[in-house]
C-alpha cells in the first residue's frame, strides 16, 4: 500500500506562483514514477506534468514553460512549480503514482484557484 500526501494548493492572482508537494510513503521499490495531473468538474481528469519510468518528463501543451516538475528521491517526494499562473489553471490538483506491480496511487487532491 502507498500513501500520497499533498500540500501546497491555496488562492492566487493571475500571473503569481505556486508550489505543489506530494510525499510518498509505504511499501514500494525504488524510484517510482509519480506526476500531477488536474480535474475540473464536469470533465476529465489530465495530465499536467510527470516523471516516466525512464525517468524523463512529459508537460501538457498547456503547461510547458510555465510549470516545471522535480523530485526529490530521498524524500520520495515530487514537486510542482507553477509559474505564470492563468484562471484556467484552476483545478483541484492530483498526485499520482505508479507502483512496481502496475498499481496506481492517488493522492487527495490539492485546490489550485487562480482568481484576482
Known amino acids: 500500500q502507498v500513501q500520497l500526501v499533498e500540500s501546497g494548493g491555496g488562492l492566487v492572482q493571475p500571473g503569481g506562483s505556486l508550489r505543489l508537494s506530494c510525499a510518498a510513503s509505504g511499501s514500494f521499490v525504488g524510484i517510482r514514477p509519480m506526476g500531477w495531473y488536474r480535474q475540473v468538474p464536469g470533465e476529465e481528469r489530465e495530465l499536467v506534468a510527470r516523471?516516466?519510468?525512464?525517468?524523463?518528463?512529459d508537460y501538457a501543451d498547456s503547461v510547458k514553460g510555465r510549470f516545471t516538475i522535480s523530485r526529490e528521491n530521498a524524500k520520495n517526494t515530487v514537486y510542482l512549480q507553477m509559474n505564470s499562473l492563468k484562471p484556467e489553471d484552476t483545478a483541484v490538483y492530483y498526485c499520482?503514482?505508479?507502483?512496481?506491480?502496475?498499481?496506481?496511487?492517488w493522492g487527495q487532491g490539492t485546490q489550485v484557484t487562480v482568481s484576482s
Open positions: 516523471f516516466t519510468s525512464g525517468g524523463s518528463t
Open positions: 499520482n503514482f505508479l507502483s512496481q506491480y502496475g498499481h496506481v496511487y
